[in-house]
């Protein structure tokens, strides 16, 4: 068994760090105050080769392996999961899947410029009424010729009043349920789709966007299918096979920069005359939370190293997500618990990791689905 990261998992991992630590930590207060991320940003990602990595290079990647995807998301995450977020939706919930399940022209005609950030992508699944249910969409597809005219509404989609490209499910036939759900890839611009900020104000991830759209009698050629007709539940499934790993990476950065301030804030404050990290009940606190982010990051890199042994990951996937975003959740909790009245106030960055984290326990699949799809997969189905 071999721990060590290869020399280019090592460079990928080295140009991540150097764009988080440098053009992401120092705004990510402002960002936050200010409820977006700026354009700019987003393009470098582009021009750094983020937003392809995993593509093969005839659609502008650079073919990155699944262990390298999750390195990178773990940098960004160590500093912000807003943009974190944003680039997990559109590499690996959009790019991914269309790589995936596009025809030629498709993927020829969206891949390049998802890759350069020319476009980004969002991913709509979550409606009003199915959220954990992903199956029970109430969206339409009604086949009329040559066409589907999509009618519904879909909440929390993320990068979705930004994004120029979507992938979009609903149901062709709500009697067959998800045997019925089709997956459409479609670019917003066109007549039907409407759109709008979600309303109220997030807990955390105050930097990304979070639209609510709606398709009003849109009508989106047959060619705008991704996979046949009835397999859209198995897209979205597969696609979140891929997202679920990106949000495990970046609750693992998470949990990496609550571990990291911890110490720092253990090493220099000091009460009843001492550093605070002379205190055996500070010292127990920090410990298990280095223990945690270890483990995370094993089941992290197992479900990235799988995938790259080109073997079907979905529980292992599920595990790492499970486990390392409840990890994040408790050291965020005990890092602002740690620096006391500073973790209370965003002059410290924990306040911010501690209002993000709840994000990531939820979107995706939540920690009870990602407990479903373990314990399903390890009884099986009844015959
Ligand atoms: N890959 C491919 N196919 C899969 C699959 C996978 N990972 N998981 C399931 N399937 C297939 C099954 O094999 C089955 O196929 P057959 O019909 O051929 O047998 C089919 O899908 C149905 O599977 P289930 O019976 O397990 O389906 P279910 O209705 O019981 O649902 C679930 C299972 C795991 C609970 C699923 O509904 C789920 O993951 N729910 C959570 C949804 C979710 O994560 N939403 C977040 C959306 S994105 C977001 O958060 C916001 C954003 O902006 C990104």
């Known amino acids: 068994m071999n721990f060590a990261l290869t020399d280019s998992q090592q460079k990928i991992q080295h140009r991540a760090r150097d764009f988080a630590q440098t053009r992401v930590a120092p705004i990510a207060r402002e960002m936050d105050e200010r409820g977006a991320m700026p354009l700019e940003l987003v393009r470098e990602m582009g021009v750094l080769g983020f937003l392809g990595g995993p593509l093969p290079s005839e659609y502008g990647g650079e073919g990155w392996d699944a262990v390298s995807l999750a390195l990178c998301y773990e940098e960004l995450g160590r500093v912000d999961s807003s943009v974190r977020g944003l680039m997990t939706v559109h590499t690996s919930l959009v790019s991914q899947c269309i790589l995936k399940w596009g025809t030629a022209e498709q993927k020829q005609k969206f891949l390049p410029k998802l890759a350069r950030g020319e476009w980004l992508g969002c991913y709509a699944l979550t409606e009003p009424n199915a959220g954990s249910d992903a199956a029970s969409m109430e969206t339409t597809a009604t086949q009329d010729d040559d066409e589907f005219v999509l009618n519904g509404e879909?909440?929390?989609?993320?990068?979705?009043?930004?994004?120029?490209?979507?992938?979009?499910?609903?149901?062709?036939?709500?009697?067959?349920?998800?045997?019925?759900i089709c997956a459409f890839l479609i670019e917003t611009n066109l007549k039907g789709f409407a759109r709008e900020k979600m309303r109220g104000q997030e807990l955390g991830h105050r930097a990304s966007d979070h639209a609510h759209i709606r398709f009003e009698n849109m009508r989106v050629p047959k060619t705008a299918l991704l996979g046949n007709v009835g397999e859209g539940f198995k897209v979205a499934m597969s696609a979140l096979d891929h997202g679920r790993l990106g949000v495990a990476a970046g609750a693992l950065g998470v949990a990496q920069a609550c571990l990291d301030a911890s110490v720092e804030f253990a090493r220099t404050r000091r009460q009843f005359g001492q550093r605070i990290g002379d205190f055996e009940m500070i010292q127990s606190v920090i410990a298990n939370m280095a223990a945690d982010v270890d483990a995370a990051r094993m089941l992290v890199y197992r479900a990235a190293w799988l995938k790259d042994e080109g073997q079907r990951a979905t529980r292992e996937t599920s595990i790492a997500k499970l486990f390392a975003t409840e990890a994040a959740v408790r050291a965020a909790s005990e890092a602002v618990l740690l620096h006391g009245g500073r973790g209370y106030s965003n002059e410290y960055p924990v306040e911010r990791y501690y209002r993000d984290i709840k994000g990531l326990q939820i979107y995706e699949g939540t920690s009870h689905i990602q407990r479903i799809v373990i314990a399903r997969d390890l009884i099986g189905k009844e015959m």
């Open 154 to 180: 879909k909440i929390w989609i993320t990068n979705g009043n930004i994004a120029d490209v979507a992938i979009v499910f609903a149901n062709s036939n709500r009697a067959l349920k998800h045997k019925g």
